[in-house]
């Protein structure tokens, strides 16, 4: 049987992406959200804008849905599918890790934390699944807003300090976000709680549309050395359980 067609995956991420936000986007916001080129996102967006799927505005040259697509189902992965899909790698990356691991996905502006996994020892520990956490102050957070333009368009002018580390300047923040897609993964240190740490990366799925995150949380003294900077190896075991997850939903590429 023939593999699956990888620009009709991509051009349904584009249409997700769209669904997603609360307006209109612009050609690098899209490539750069799902990691294509600008000239293949634009190649698909003039596709879908031929067929009237999507439609572009004359003033600002930005894109959203057209006319022709009454429904698009739902525009992000269900929260119960993503929790199921990254269950079976969640485990074996605390038992790597030694340390907590949380899987979490965008919903109306927070991270919402859609599977917990307690860190393998004795200590007491909280189950977070089910609880909201602010996304500029997290590692799963900053990793979700900076693959989703429209997530990230959203934000308040001024962000909320949790702490004296939290990154509360926009600009800083937005250059925070370019850095974290170069390096595919992202850390907090000390931003929302003090002396706790963060490493997480994006969960992919079909077209490479970023549809949650993965991450592991503790002490900055077991995540970071003396410099604040987390242990390579460490983001090594975060990534290789992102890409496992992005496997099992089809983004291949990951």
Avoid at 139 to 164: I, R, W
Wanted: proline fraction near 4%.
């Amino acid at each position: 049987m023939p593999g699956n067609v990888q620009s009709i995956e991509r051009a349904a991420a584009i249409l997700r992406l769209l669904a997603g936000g609360q307006g209109s986007l612009g050609v690098v916001e899209i490539a750069r959200s799902l990691g294509l080129p600008k000239g293949t996102a634009h190649g698909i967006l003039r596709t879908l804008q031929h067929v009237r799927f999507v439609e572009q505005d004359k003033t600002s040259g930005k894109y959203h849905l057209g006319a022709a697509l009454l429904h698009l189902g739902t525009s992000y992965l269900d929260a119960n599918e993503l929790r199921s899909r990254a269950i079976n790698w969640a485990d074996p990356l605390a038992a790597r890790s030694g340390e907590a691991v949380r899987v979490g996905a965008l919903l109306d502006g927070e991270v919402l934390v859609v599977h917990h996994v307690f860190r393998p020892d004795d200590t007491l520990q909280t189950l977070d699944m089910g609880t909201l956490l602010p996304p500029h102050a997290c590692a799963l957070g900053k990793v979700l807003l900076a693959f989703d333009a429209a997530a990230e368009a959203q934000l308040p002018a001024s962000l909320e300090p949790y702490t004296h580390r939290t990154i509360v300047d926009r600009r800083a923040f937005t250059r925070a976000l370019a850095e974290l897609r170069e390096t595919g993964w992202g850390v907090d240190v000390e931003e929302m709680t003090v002396g706790q740490a963060g490493v997480a990366a994006p969960i992919r799925g079909h077209g490479g549309l970023v549809v949650g995150a993965i991450g592991i949380t503790g002490t900055v003294e077991r995540i970071c050395d003396t410099k604040g900077r987390p242990n390579p190896k460490l983001v090594t075991y975060v990534c290789d359980a992102a890409r496992a997850v992005s496997r099992d939903l089809g983004g291949a590429r990951w």
